[in-house]
């Protein structure tokens, strides 16, 4: 089963239920923004794991997204300078 990278961002309302969730997402994953964690090498099934932990928890109010990282660019602890042009295709 192949793995790939994922960013996974939410919104949540509720302060417990923010909680409840950044719990979850920091023993599976690598906070990079405080609503907003990298997963790195991860199978469709690992990820579906972490989703179906997650769901139960999420109101309507909330948001939650995934987006799969096709291909990196440049790999974590690579410098990128803001002063020229980058675009992400």
């Known amino acids: ?3 790939r990278d994922y960013i996974i961002a939410y919104d ?7 909680r409840e969730i950044s719990k979850i997402m ?5 906070r990079i923004q405080r609503s907003v964690y990298f997963c790195e090498n991860i199978s469709k099934r690992e990820l579906n794991g972490i989703i ?12 939650l997204r995934v987006y799969t990282i096709k291909d990196r660019g440049f790999a974590l602890g690579d410098g990128v ?3 020229s042009a980058y675009i992400l295709v």
């Open 81 to 83: 300078d803001l002063n």
């Open 52 to 63: 179906d932990r997650v769901l139960p928890i999420l109101k309507k109010s909330d948001d």
């Open 1 to 3: 089963m192949a793995k």
């Open 12 to 18: 949540i309302r509720d302060k417990k239920r923010l």
């Open 26 to 30: 920091e023993k599976n994953s690598l």
